[in-house]
């Protein structure tokens, strides 16, 4: 997978909420929520 300079969008959130915000960002749980079956 690559990216293009347009592609990429760079945020400084200067806390520890960065990792939230790339899991966030990448849909993780919703992912991982349908690979396991798991309906809210």
Known sequence: MS????QIKIQDI????IVAGI???MSLV???N???????
């Open 14 to 17: 200067n806390h520890l909420g």
């Open 34 to 40: 349908q690979t396991h079956f798991i309906n809210k």
């Open 30 to 32: 919703e992912q991982i």
């Open 23 to 25: 899991i966030d960002e």
């Open 3 to 6: 990216f293009s300079e347009s």
